[in-house]
Each structure stands twice: as C-alpha cells, then as structure tokens.
C-alpha cells in the first residue's frame, strides 16, 4: 500500500521561502503524475501542482510564478519550492496521485505564513 510522509512545513514571514518534501513507500511512484494539495484552515482540499512522470508541471494561478514542483523518481521523492509566501498559503500540505488517482492520504505538513 502507498503512503506518503510529507515535511519541510513551518512558520514563515511574508515574502520568505520553504521547500517541501514528500515520500512515497510503494512500487511505481514513477509512472504516476504527481501533486501537492493544500487545506486552509476551516477551507476544502485543493490542488496545488501537478507534475507528469515526464516532468511537465501545471499550477494553480494563485501560485503560478512563486512555487516550483520538482520530482526525483529515484528517491520516490516529490519536492515544492515555495517562494514569495503569503499569508493566505498559510495551510496543510498533502502530497498524493492527480485526481482521480488519489490513493491514501498522510499527515500533511503545516505552513503557516505570518509576520
């Protein structure tokens, strides 16, 4: 069974920056398109980026230009590179499949973005 163990989260000013990481326990991380979702605080779950086991990327606009989703396949290993925080970022990170091929979900990691 996949599972995924998400971290690099933490407390941030405006304008800072935070890598997270995510890795997946399983066979055939690598031929799965990736993502990174986020839940605010009393909010929904939503997609973040995606990228394709080939690398291509896709964003929501509200981070198009500030956040970067990268992947190594040999380390089963999802990254996001988040820059220029806001504090309406502030939410719990979730790495999993793109939709539709979403599996269990893990802990999340916490970015709270506030001065």
């Known amino acids: 069974q996949v599972q995924f163990v998400e971290s690099g989260g933490g407390l941030v000013q405006p304008g800072g920056s935070l890598r997270l990481s995510c890795t997946a326990s399983g066979s055939f991380f690598s031929i799965y398109t990736m993502a990174w979702y986020r839940q605010p605080p009393g909010k929904q779950r939503d997609l973040v980026a995606t990228i394709a086991k080939g690398g291509g990327t896709n964003y929501a606009d509200s981070v198009k230009g500030r956040f970067t989703i990268s992947r190594d396949n040999a380390k ?8 220029s925080l806001k504090p309406e970022d502030t939410a719990v990170y979730f790495c999993n499949r793109d939709l539709g091929f979403q599996v269990s979900w893990g802990q999340g990691t916490q970015v709270t973005v506030s001065s």
């Open 76 to 83: 089963n290993t999802v990254y996001l590179q988040m820059n």
